[in-house]
Nanobody
Framework: QVPLVESGGGSVQAGGSLTLSCAFS??????MGWFRRAPGKEREGVAT???????TYADSVKGRFTLSKDNANHTLYLQMNSLKPEDTAMYFC?????????????????????WGLGTQVTVSS
């Protein structure tokens, strides 16, 4: 099993910022992403990145969240600014194996193979 360990979650007030980290080891994966599940709702894609191309973002987070990957330090980041209460969710890091193009590195969570255990983000109003 490939280890994916998320960190950086916490509680903030609306308008605040958090940066999530996903530590990975052993391989520089081409397709990685962040997903979230709010209480009582289905899991949804937040942002994905193929290699070092421009990330893909859900419409709900465009302009507020920034996805980046540091291969040297084996860490995937999600910088979250201007947080809203609707951003409250458990955030998961995930990897899609055997993806060889940005066409397969999408926000569809069902495609992803390896998942971390998640980190909680709570945004209060």
């Amino acid at each position: 099993q490939v280890p994916l360990v998320e960190s950086g979650g916490g509680s903030v007030q609306a308008g605040g910022s958090l940066t999530l980290s996903c530590a990975f080891s052993g391989y520089e994966y081409n397709c990685m992403g962040w997903f979230r599940r709010a209480p009582g709702k289905e899991r949804e894609g937040v942002a994905t990145i193929y290699a070092d191309s421009s990330p893909t973002y859900a419409d709900s987070v465009k302009g507020r969240f920034t996805l980046s990957k540091d291969n040297a330090n084996h860490t995937l980041y999600l910088q979250m600014n201007s947080l809203k209460p609707e951003d409250t969710a458990m955030y998961f890091c995930a990897v899609l194996l055997w993806c060889h193009g940005d066409y397969c590195c999408s926000l569809r969570d069902a495609l992803y193979d390896v998942w971390g255990l998640g980190t909680q983000v709570t945004v209060s109003s």
